[in-house]
């Protein structure tokens, strides 16, 4: 703008002393720049068409099974030792057939050999790991995402109680060695998966110590279960009298769902020397029994 009334006042100026001779150069007009803004993004929007907008993975989940005779449990009652039993088998526990489906400490997920690339609208479904330019690349140890449930490691687990009289005890508790009357220390046991299961019924299991006759005995909760009467991780809650007590640090994560939705699940897609992380964003379940997943996956910077 100054520009311009500087050569008009030139011109004016001009004009006045008889003559009038216009700066042509000065009025030329060429753009100093385009307002085109592909011109000045190509390769930035050409890399964005190099990639899938999502990949959508097969993936299979096996669970781990938590070995029998490597923790032990036992209830001392008034000074009475009472029999130590096996933590993790059936027969300890007072809902055998929950015991018998909640023996587990994590679920692996791995490749189930099949994805589908979408991008624009169109889908390319393949087997294996490479599509067109594209390539998945695997984990060395094939396990792409490996969910962890909280339970008991190999020891001796060992809690005290002594009556008070009027039904009231005082407890010790395992692992802290707290004392407090009337309450329940809740341990964690592991995860939930019965036969035929879906992923959306898997839960954290948990247990405390009692007594059946002269053994210990070892009592199994479902975390729905004790939603259901108020209790919950970490805060525990008051039930029938006793107050329910989360004593394992940590006894609280995340359910599968959520953890797949919030992206825990992610690979590398390579293209020649480039590649790009996909992070999991959602999943459907395959059917009932199956024990897979097809999980879809977005870039890791659209979540960001």
Partial sequence: MLFEKAIRRRQLLSSSQGHFEPDTEAYQEVPLMSLNPLEFLPNYLDEEKLWPQSIELLLKWLPEVIQEGQVRAQEIVSDQELEVCDFYAVGSSDKPEIAQAARYRAIRFLYADQAKFIQDETEQLVKGVTCGDWSIELPQDGVFYRKLFSHQVPGLIRQYRKGLGEGEWMVTAPKTGVEKKNRVPLLCYGAHIPTKS???????????????????????????????????????????????????????????????????????????????????????????????????????????
């Fill in 198 to 304: 879906k992923v959306g019924e898997i839960e954290q299991i948990y247990a405390s110590l009692s007594t059946t006759g002269q053994k210990t005995l070892v009592k199994i909760y479902k975390e729905s279960k004790l939603a259901s009467l108020g209790i919950s991780p970490v805060q525990g809650g008051f039930y029938n009298g006793w107050t329910y007590e989360f004593i394992d640090l940590h006894a609280k994560g995340t359910d599968l769902p959520t953890d797949i939705r919030s992206g825990k699940i992610l690979f590398t897609l390579k293209r020649d020397e480039g590649f790009r992380s996909y992070i999991s964003a959602d999943f459907k379940e395959t059917g009932q029994g199956k024990q897979r997943l097809r999980v879809s996956f977005i870039p890791q910077e659209l979540k960001e």
